[in-house]
């Protein structure tokens, strides 16, 4: 059975650091598109960053862009997002993703497995 499971979220106040953790098994996802999704209340699922298999490449959503880090460790199947400068428009459910392409990143659609979320409280 695959599974996601994502660990670090939690209360913090505007302009602190949180990182989240993503734990996958299941099966190898050395070969998979990883990344992070977020829902806040009364929106949509929305992407914010995702990472090449090797790791090599990353993309991020503008709204995170310089703030957000992520990262793979493919030896441990772990994804990571370490987020910096946090504000209050970042509160929200984050979800790791998996797939398969690097293609069509902002649609959530086109991701084949997620993780069951971590809610990330940002105070102002």
């Known amino acids: 059975q695959v599974q996601l499971v994502e660990s670090g979220g939690g209360l913090v106040q505007a302009g602190g650091s949180l990182r989240l953790s993503c734990a996958a098994s299941g099966r190898t996802f050395r070969r998979d598109v990883m990344g992070w999704f977020r829902q806040a209340p009364e929106k949509e699922r929305e992407f914010v960053a995702a990472i090449t298999w090797g790791g090599d490449s990353a993309r991020y959503d503008d709204s995170v862009k310089g703030r957000f880090t992520i990262s793979r460790d493919n030896a441990k199947n772990m994804v990571y997002l370490q987020m910096n400068s946090l504000k209050a428009e970042d509160t929200a459910v984050y979800y790791c993703?998996?797939?398969?392409?690097?293609?069509?990143?902002?649609?959530?659609?086109?991701?084949?497995?997620w993780g069951q979320g971590t809610q990330v409280t940002v105070s102002s």
């Open positions: 993703v998996a797939r398969s392409t690097w293609e069509l990143l902002y649609s959530a659609r086109t991701y084949d497995y």
